[in-house]
């Protein structure tokens, strides 16, 4: 196996048409990653492509190299990920690859799964395959950020959503915050939804707001799971959250204490789940960490400001979309941004980093990781 920094060109061509492909796919491969393949023979012809559409269905390799069939013998497959090596809801690809005929694998990064992790790369090279990984390496690990995250650490990728006014408020003292941003900008929001697992949201921002948390007006798109955050199980069994969309799951974390009290049932599709507590609350660690389990590899988090601060505060918030409208609420009781149970210095202050910004008609969109 090489691990060329300075690959040619055309490899850097091909590994990004893999990449694309493989984008298709965003939110709907969990808790697999996103996978795509490219067979392309000596004269640098594609003669295959493919990628992972869905969780059980077969892989990217599998594709491309049934599109290709014979004219795979003796070309190069290009593959976002490398090849698994053990069997699953599909057989494995590195068996398939051996026995494809191609003299060469590129592959953009090694599978951090422990049932992979090189054994894949190492079957195709004891099979008399050259092999090369590490071709747009960085862009295939920001692609499944989900997926290794919570391979690697047990945890999802999440991301934080959160619209506010100019003076940092996300609604008025009621509660309200129907509308802080533009038409353009609620629209994003259902494209953002559509790329995630899951959409989380705080016990409060549930009360006031009663979300549905679907996804519309946006064609062939899928409704994410959806998860409220509710220590003292308030929420109403007639909520929209509840009655809305019964095929997509739907998670309500609480503690145990509150369930045990409970006077109400939920509909059957509500999957009521106790958490640890942390304090009076519940520990956000545990709940994402259930998530994970459960295969979800990235969350979009909706807020509101006690959930954003408790996110924030654990060090479990991996990117942020910062929305901020062209508005004055200027009522000091109105609902902070927000809302940490403990004072930060300026010097202590998170900063973000990769920052890019985006207009909106008259919203600002920023962008950035943690």
Known sequence: MSIDPNTTERDKTFMKACLELAQQAEGRTSPNPMVGAIVVDASGEIVGRGFHKKHGTPHAEVHALAEAGEKARGATIYVSLEPCCHTGKTPPCSDLVTKSGVSRVVAAMIDPNPKVAGKGIKQIEEAGIAVTVGVREAEATWQNRGFIKRITRGLPWVCLKMALTLDGRI????????????????????????????????????????????????????????????????????????????????????????????????????????????????????????????????????????????????????????????????????????????????????????????????????????
């Open 171 to 370: 609604a008025d003292r009621s509660g309200s915050s129907r509308w802080v941003t533009n038409s353009e900008s609620r629209a994003k929001v259902h494209e953002l939804r559509n790329k995630f697992d899951a959409v989380m949201i705080g016990g409060n921002t549930l009360q006031t707001d009663d979300p549905e948390l679907t996804v519309r007006d946006i064609s062939d798109s899928r409704n994410p799971a959806r998860v409220a955050i509710d220590s003292r199980l308030v929420t109403s069994a007639s909520s929209r959250f509840c009655l809305t969309n019964p095929n997509a799951r739907t998670f309500l974390f609480t503690l145990q204490k509150s369930i045990d009290l409970m006077t109400h049932a939920y509909p059957e599709h509500i999957e009521l789940a106790a958490v640890p507590a942390d304090g009076s609350h519940i520990n956000i660690t545990s709940a994402l960490q259930f998530l994970a389990q459960q295969g979800v590899n990235s969350v979009l988090c909706e807020g509101g400001g006690k959930l954003a601060g408790s996110l924030l505060a654990g060090g479990l918030l991996d990117e942020v979309y910062w929305v901020v409208a062209p508005k004055f609420i200027g009522d000091v009781q109105a609902k902070p941004a927000l809302q940490l149970e403990s004072s930060v210095t300026l010097s202590d202050a998170w900063t973000l980093k990769n920052v890019s910004t985006e207009m909106l008609a008259s919203d600002i969109w920023i962008h950035g990781t943690l």
